[in-house]
């Protein structure tokens, strides 16, 4: 099965959701920070979907790329060729920095769902509460929305990790006995990521050294974080590495105890897939969160969570308490049946079905 997939250049590569079966054209709309070498890209980006769409099974985009790209597929779309048309929808906008940027991010979000609910085959979600929305809100036909949730790899986020790396880890990181807590992911304002540090300078308050928190990503918090952890002198009970690549987070999460999800009850956040909440489940690892329906509709009913009451930092605080008392309640071995329905096997058999069955 072969398919373009247009996407832009933040987006996730196709071959991270679905490799099985697929032969996947990877199309970046990227380009530089000028206008001009926006449209230059776009331009080349558009003859090169021309001349592809010819020979594909489908092509799917994202939302940034429809409003440009859509034209010279539906030219192919009248002739002897035409490929399946998906919308692949990952989110919707968040944190896109400015009155002006949220503005221009949203109408682009509403015009492409209005484009696909008349051009498109489908438009897949990512999440049924994100379908849900869009259904209401952009009168997605319910026999055009799908879904396309985020998949974990089950081969890369494996618990049988070896023990002596994971050992040499955790003494070049000084966790030492501790209770170890972590979270991995974008480092935003919107995430909670400064409740997360408070809640652990409220732990330092309580002379509660029996705990560390990993905190590992990237993003525009880094500098904020440093200078916080200095400030307060947190240095023994904060650990922030560089960012690491994939393999090296899969030794990170199983040197950890626990996974701490500080993002709060917010639209952009509602309606997600936490790809990090399905790479530790996986790893049988349990997680301290606050009972957004994005992750109750991945865990439900299964004792693998310890929900917060709040995400404020004497939430946060307050939640790591409570875990450190009964933890032993938990059952995250069964964490890797969960993940194993978002498998990236799992999401190629699902895409094969949007695709093969054509509305």
């Known amino acids: 099965m072969r398919v373009i997939f247009g996407r832009a250049p933040n987006a996730r590569k196709p071959s991270s959701y679905v490799t099985p079966g697929f032969t996947f054209d990877d199309i970046v709309l990227a380009g530089g920070n000028s206008a001009l070498s926006k449209a230059r890209y776009i331009l080349v980006a558009f003859f090169r979907v021309a001349r592809m769409a010819g020979s594909v099974d489908c092509i799917i985009m994202t939302p940034h790329l429809v409003p440009f790209l859509l034209p010279a597929v539906l030219v192919r779309r009248v002739t002897t060729h035409s490929p399946v048309l998906l919308l692949r929808m990952s989110t919707n906008p968040v944190e896109t920095g400015g009155l002006i940027s949220t503005i221009v991010m949203k109408f682009l979000y509403q015009l492409s769902v209005r484009l696909a609910n008349v051009f498109f085959d489908k438009t897949l979600f990512i999440s049924p509460m994100l379908r849900d929305y869009y259904c209401a809100l952009s009168h997605v036909p319910r026999q055009k929305a799908g879904l396309w949730p985020t998949s974990v790899d089950l081969h890369l986020f494996d618990p049988n990790v070896?023990?002596?790396?994971?050992?040499?880890?955790?003494?070049?990181?000084?966790?030492?006995?501790?209770?170890?807590?972590?979270?991995?992911?974008s480092l935003s304002r919107s995430r909670g990521i400064m409740e997360l540090l408070e809640a652990m300078r409220l732990l330092k308050q309580e002379k509660r050294r029996d705990v560390v928190l990993i905190l590992l990503g990237l993003g525009p918090l880094r500098e904020e974080i440093r200078r916080y952890i200095q400030s307060e002198g947190l240095q023994d009970m904060v650990i922030f590495p560089e960012p690491v690549e994939r393999n090296e987070l899969v030794e990170h999460i199983a040197l950890s105890d626990v996974e701490v999800l500080p993002i709060p009850d917010h639209e952009w956040w509602r309606y997600q897939n936490f790809v990090k909440v399905l790479e530790c489940l996986a790893m049988n690892k349990p997680?301290?969160?606050?009972?957004?329906?994005?992750?109750?509709?991945?865990?439900?009913?299964?004792?693998?969570?310890?929900?917060?009451?709040?995400?404020?930092?004497?939430?946060?605080a307050e939640g790591i308490l409570g875990y450190l008392r009964t933890r032993d309640s938990l059952r995250p071995s069964l964490g890797r049946s969960i993940a194993s329905r978002y498998s990236v096997d799992a999401a190629a058999e699902n895409l094969l079905v949007d695709i093969t069955e054509r509305n």
């Open 162 to 185: 070896s023990s002596r790396r994971v050992r040499l880890l955790k003494e070049r990181l000084g966790v030492g006995d501790r209770v170890c807590l972590m979270y991995h992911g």
């Open 287 to 316: 997680l301290i969160a606050f009972p957004l329906p994005a992750v109750r509709a991945i865990v439900g009913d299964m004792p693998v969570v310890y929900w917060l009451r709040g995400t404020e930092g004497s939430d946060i």
